[in-house]
């Protein structure tokens, strides 16, 4: 049986929906991006189907943050790159100033044709930005492809792995638990030191460990 989301009415198909939602939507996002990097641009989020897409060693598999999120839209991967590749397209000629996508709200990159998916929108469109989270380990192959993204795009391009570590090397960010007693700084959203993301922008500015506390 295959492992999904406990909400499957909330699936929807990606040629039926927008894919991309601003981050007005989302209070803890926000969406004109107002930090010295990416200054300008405008926040933007994928969901996809959280469990279908993780990784079976995500530390939030039985807990997961999609848990207490019944009226999300969670994107089903059949024709999802043509669509994104699409939407991608179409916000950056309205947004001269560029797009930050947050990937992923619910989901994780599920396979290494889809990290290079992403490669090849950060090749040809030098406007848009990424961030997000992975629970893929960093020695998995996802977690490579992942690694090698944030190397060849390291001024575009911030994925940062959900692990309890202090990195040591280029293309290695991290996202640590509350538990966490490493170099790190809490993230400031949570703690009320910023209104949102896009007026903080921590997590693509500083390779220090950032950590969440637990929901």
Same mark, same amino acid.
């Given at each position: 049986?295959?492992?999904?989301?406990?909400?499957?009415?909330?699936?929807?198909?990606?040629?039926?929906?927008?894919?991309?939602?601003?981050?007005?939507? #989302?209070?803890?996002?926000?969406?004109?991006?107002?930090?010295?990097k990416?200054?300008?641009?405008?926040?933007?989020s994928?969901?996809?189907?959280?469990?279908?897409?993780?990784?079976?060693?995500?530390?939030?598999?039985?807990?997961?943050?999609?848990?207490?999120?019944?009226?999300?839209?969670?994107?089903?991967?059949?024709?999802?790159?043509?669509?994104?590749?699409?939407?991608?397209e179409?916000?950056?000629?309205?947004?001269?100033?560029?797009?930050?996508?947050?990937?992923?709200?619910?989901?994780?990159?599920?396979?290494?044709?889809?990290?290079?998916?992403?490669?090849?929108?950060?090749?040809?469109?030098?406007?848009l930005?990424?961030?997000?989270?992975?629970? #893929?380990?960093? #020695?998995?192959?996802?977690?490579?492809a992942?690694?090698?993204?944030?190397?060849?795009?390291?001024?575009?391009?911030?994925?940062?792995?959900?692990?309890?570590?202090e990195?040591?090397?280029?293309?290695?960010?991290?996202?640590?638990?509350?538990?966490?007693?490493?170099?790190s700084? #809490?993230?400031?959203?949570?703690v009320?030191?910023?209104?949102?993301?896009?007026?903080?922008g921590?997590?693509?500015?500083?390779?220090?460990?950032?950590?969440?506390?637990?929901?």
């Amino acid at each position: 049986m295959k492992v999904s989301t406990i909400y499957q009415k909330s699936i929807k198909s990606p040629s039926d929906f927008t894919l991309l939602k601003k981050g007005s939507s #989302n209070a803890k996002l926000g969406y004109k991006i107002s930090t010295k990097k990416w200054n300008g641009s405008r926040l933007y989020s994928l969901t996809l189907v959280e469990r279908e897409t993780c990784p079976r060693t995500c530390h939030h598999w039985d807990d997961c943050y999609g848990n207490n999120m019944p009226f999300a839209h969670r994107f089903s991967t059949d024709g999802l790159m043509p669509k994104l590749r699409q939407e991608v397209e179409t916000l950056l000629q309205k947004h001269k100033n560029g797009i930050t996508i947050r990937l992923h709200v619910l989901g994780d990159f599920y396979s290494v044709d889809y990290v290079r998916f992403w490669e090849s929108m950060l090749l040809f469109n030098d406007k848009l930005t990424l961030f997000g989270y992975t629970a #893929n380990p960093r #020695n998995s192959e996802i977690g490579k492809a992942i690694w090698l993204l944030n190397i060849r795009f390291s001024e575009r391009c911030v994925i940062r792995y959900s692990h309890n570590a202090e990195s040591n090397m280029l293309g290695e960010w991290y996202a640590a638990e509350e538990s966490f007693e490493g170099n790190s700084f #809490n993230c400031p959203e949570q703690v009320d030191k910023v209104k949102d993301c896009a007026s903080c922008g921590l997590c693509w500015t500083t390779q220090k460990t950032v950590r969440f506390l637990s929901h």
